[in-house]
């Protein structure tokens, strides 16, 4: 472990975290054993989202059995993601992975004719053995030119945490984006949102008067937004580095601006936009009074429930300190540690600037220490994945499973409520068995 105290304005120029002195935040960087999922695990929205795409792992039995696992129930209706898994003859050089991947391949799109695009999604055992996926892909797209579009990424643990699979995906999809030809500024939200929010966010854009607005990932691969130097892009969720570098190559610009979770971050978030489209306030006011009253309405009724609470955060998905900005100011709850696996110091200066004073942040982790502080504090709730849920809960520790703010709809006026209702749930639950 290397902690250090750091104060972010201070930190070299270029990180991109502009941090008022008069507001230090520690951050803590920490390098030790991890416990998170590999990015195979972003398959299981992605599927979701791109309703006409197949994701296809190139790995082993265990990166199938992890699938099974992530997905749980949605293995059962005919999903659309596999595994074609390395055999002992491929890792032995005795068979052509190639020729054998080549051939999985032609029988999956003769069995699934629906498909239109196919990911093939890289993983340790592919990299271990240095099978080129990118090759493969521009082979097999040739060969099933037209009807499907063929597209590499990796979902390795070696190279990606959990929600860096989006990232890595999104990022293989940029080059295939369309030349923007129109001399407007058009929108681009980017990020998977879930359907009934991309609807949402498209109404309240419109309210504002900002019309040409499209979503990437799109709901069909057939349906790629185009992308220019007059695009402006505004991103849903804080682990697209790669993706945001991307679309920038292709000129685009990115709208700097905190998630839009909670009333007040999806207010500033749709601000963003306002401003590059010089929305006047009043007309913003007007478009987006309605929701915001409603979201205010939702957290109100969550509010005597968690203020006060103390709540640790182990990393996971990235999206640690947007929600730890939204419980802290929105519902008063106290934080303790705010773990993430990375800090995208560019994308999360708006959210930085939000985070109490002294906050406690820490990037990357050491497990058994930060199990150990987790311990000593006594927290009210803990968020963490999986792995670390039921054995804290035994200890008496109330958690909350940080996977299910990935799979639940979390973004947007309407769902503030919902969120804060997925942080009260395990407090309130404790208190009833507490009853018993
Ligand atoms: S990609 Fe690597 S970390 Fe992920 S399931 Fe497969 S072997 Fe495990």
Redesign the pocket.
């Given at each position: 472990m290397n902690g250090a105290n750091v104060n972010p304005s201070s930190l070299p120029a270029g990180t991109g975290c502009p941090v008022p002195a008069a507001r230090p935040i520690e951050i803590r960087h920490e390098r030790g054993q991890q416990q998170v999922?590999?990015?195979?695990?972003g398959i299981v929205w992605l599927h979701r989202k791109i309703q006409d795409a197949f994701f296809l792992?190139v790995?082993?039995r265990?990166?199938?059995?992890?699938?099974q696992s992530a997905a749980g129930v949605m293995i059962f209706a005919e999903p659309r993601f596999g595994t074609a898994i390395i055999e002992d003859r491929d890792l032995a050089g005795l068979a052509d992975a190639n020729a054998e991947l080549d051939r999985v391949v032609n029988r999956l799109l003769e069995r699934r004719p629906d498909i239109r695009m196919l990911f093939l999604v890289?993983?340790?055992?592919?990299?271990v053995i240095k099978l080129d996926l990118d090759r493969a892909a521009e082979r097999l797209s040739e060969r099933h030119a037209p009807q499907v579009r063929v597209v590499s990424y990796t979902?390795?643990?070696?190279e990606t945490a959990f929600t860096q699979g989006e990232d890595s995906c999104l990022e293989a999809l940029v080059p295939l984006l369309p030349n923007a030809s129109s001399t407007e500024a058009s929108l681009l939200i980017v990020g998977t949102l879930a359907d009934v929010v991309e609807d949402q966010f498209r109404r309240q854009f419109a309210a504002l008067g900002i019309k040409d607005v499209a979503f990437f990932p799109p709901r069909r691969s057939t349906e790629l937004p185009a992308v220019g130097p007059n695009t402006r892009f505004l991103l849903a969720q804080p682990y697209l580095r790669d993706t945001a570098r991307a679309l920038e190559k292709r000129g685009a610009t990115h709208l700097p601006a905190p998630f839009p979770l909670g009333a007040e971050g999806t207010g500033l978030w749709l601000q963003a936009a306002a401003r590059a489209w010089n929305v006047g306030d009043e007309t913003f006011t007007a478009a987006t009074a309605g929701p915001r009253e409603r979201a205010e309405r939702a957290l109100a009724r969550c509010r005597p429930l968690l203020a006060g609470k103390r709540i640790f955060f182990f990393p996971d998905s990235q999206l640690e300190p947007p929600l730890a900005r939204f419980l802290a100011r929105e519902l008063g709850m106290e934080l303790i540690e705010v773990g993430t696996p990375f800090l995208q110091r560019a994308h999360l200066a708006a959210e930085l600037e939000l985070l109490p004073e002294g906050t406690q942040l820490v990037e990357g982790q050491d497990v058994e220490a930060q199990l150990d502080r987790c311990r000593a504090q006594k927290p009210d709730l803990v968020v963490c994945g999986l792995g670390l849920a039921n054995p804290l809960e035994a200890e008496g520790i109330t958690t909350k499973w940080s996977i299910e703010l990935v799979f639940s709809p979390i973004h947007g006026f309407d769902q503030a409520g919902d969120l804060a209702e997925l942080f009260v749930r395990p407090l309130d639950r404790r208190a009833r068995l507490a009853g018993l």
């Open positions: 999922f590999c990015g195979l695990a792992v790995g082993s265990t990166c199938a059995h992890l699938m890289g993983s340790c055992p592919s990299e979902g390795s643990g070696l």
